[in-house]
Nanobody, 122 residues
Framework: VQLQASGGGLVQAGGSLRLSCAAS????????MGWYRQAPGKQRELVAS??????????DHVKGRFIISSDNAKGPMSRVYLQMNSLKPEDTDVYYC??????????????WGQGTLVTVSS
């Protein structure tokens, strides 16, 4: 599975951005997809995730502001979105998308997309 992320950019505080992540390859193996963030020198942390069944999970600091969605109403997951609203300067970071490919991860590891930079100015 390969992931291609897009949608980052510069926005003023209070504004919105929409991140998109497209999956290709063996997408039938994807059980869930998510977005993570990572600041320099820090560990990557979960922002939001969504399962193939539509269950979502959010980090506390984005609940009520960010919405994760996917396009798999029918069939496998191939694209996930992160709608980021009411952005704050502390949301500034590099954001990465990730896919959970289940047992295949034992061999290949769960794939990551390239990072996309989100910068929120005050």
């Amino acid at each position: 599975v390969q992931l291609q992320a897009s949608g980052g950019g510069l926005v003023q505080a209070g504004g919105s951005l929409r991140l998109s992540c497209a999956a290709s390859g063996s997408i039938s193996s994807i059980n869930a997809m998510g977005w993570y963030r990572q600041a320099p020198g820090k560990q990557r942390e979960l922002v939001a995730s969504i399962t193939r069944g539509g269950s979502t999970d959010y980090a506390d600091h984005v609940k009520g502001r960010f919405i994760i969605s996917s396009d798999n109403a029918k069939g496998p997951m191939s694209r996930v979105y992160l709608q980021m609203n009411s952005l704050k300067p502390e949301d500034t970071d590099v954001y990465y998308c990730n896919a959970d490919i289940g047992s295949w991860a034992l061999i290949y590891g769960n794939p990551w997309g390239q990072g996309t930079l989100v910068t929120v100015s005050s």
